[in-house]
């Protein structure tokens, strides 16, 4: 495995395992709540259109020129790695609350309580929360695999990266049956913000037509670049903090 | 339906700061700009879009700092 499918590996499982620690949250919370049976058939269902998503647009994107996948990709990758990076910022410089499972599980499980009782043998408000919750959260994981998988020409890699991460919060907090609260998600957030960025400036300069020095060796001192840079707005956020937080009373 | 969906991409794509995404665009064809003008061009992605994220970072502060965020 060269070192640009190892980034991308880690990369994609991060994201993953991400977006199924709160999918998690939500069908513990209706599952725990109500019926277990129909969580879980939401959740099959939610993978299943994922999967079919997947298996639809993969080739499609991997038949594209190159250079027109690596621009319209890179781009994509690099608004979207932007977006992940700049919360993940305001969250370690402590602007903004970090994601709370405990909470979440909490207001899930009160709203799954309140919704009434189910009047067949398929709870109709289960499976629709679960399908909901795992195909909102899965869309960004698909959306990672495609592209990623789509730039480097194997989303087989990509999809097990993901399934791999899937599979072991499904397993971890199936075991615990709690939200998975130890998850440092922030950290893990800032990570793949940062990955994306960075793939998201190696792909989408290349693909307008940029030559990297060194090629594909360039991309770890990318990924540096940015990480140093976003620790940097860290630092210079957190110190500005109390002139803020006068400003706003 | 299909608007739903594309609002749905939009939503986790593009997020709560379109300017993000109009300032992307911009580094990308500045530099294919650059490239096909036959000079270095990879240098200048870099730096721009860590000013974007800067610029994407301050525009989002006072709305934390005073609550009013929906990041």
Known sequence: MSGTEASLAVSVFLASAVEAVEALTIVLAVGSTRSWASAL??????????????????????????GVLRVVVGGLLLTFGLQWLRKAILRAAGLKPLHDELAIFAAEARAAGAAGVAPGELDGYSFAISFKGVLLEGLEVAFIVLT????????????????????????????????????????????????????????????????????????????????AAAWLMVRDLRRGLPDLAAAAS | MARRAALAVWGFVVGDDWR??????????????????????????????????????????????DGSSRL
């Open chain 1, 41 to 66: 058939a939401g959740v099959l269902a939610g993978m299943t259109a994922l999967a079919v998503l997947i298996a639809a647009l993969g080739p499609a994107l991997t038949s594209l020129p190159i």
């Open chain 1, 148 to 227: 990623f998988g789509a730039n480097q020409d194997d989303v087989g890699l990509a999809a097990v990266a993901a399934a791999l991460a899937v599979a072991l919060v499904v397993v971890v907090g199936f075991v615990a049956r709690a939200p998975l609260t130890r998850v440092p998600e922030n950290a893990m957030k800032f990570a793949v913000g940062v990955l994306l960025s960075a793939f998201g400036l190696f792909w989408g300069a290349e693909g307008a037509g940029a030559s990297w020095p060194e090629g594909e060796a360039a991309l770890p001192f990318l990924g540096l670049f940015v990480l």
């Open chain 2, 20 to 65: 993000t995404a109009v300032g992307v665009v911009l580094i990308l064809a500045a530099t294919a700009l650059v490239a096909t003008a036959g000079l270095p061009a990879w240098w200048l992605a870099p730096i721009a879009v860590l000013a974007l994220l800067r610029w994407s970072l301050g525009r989002a502060i006072p709305r934390c700092a």
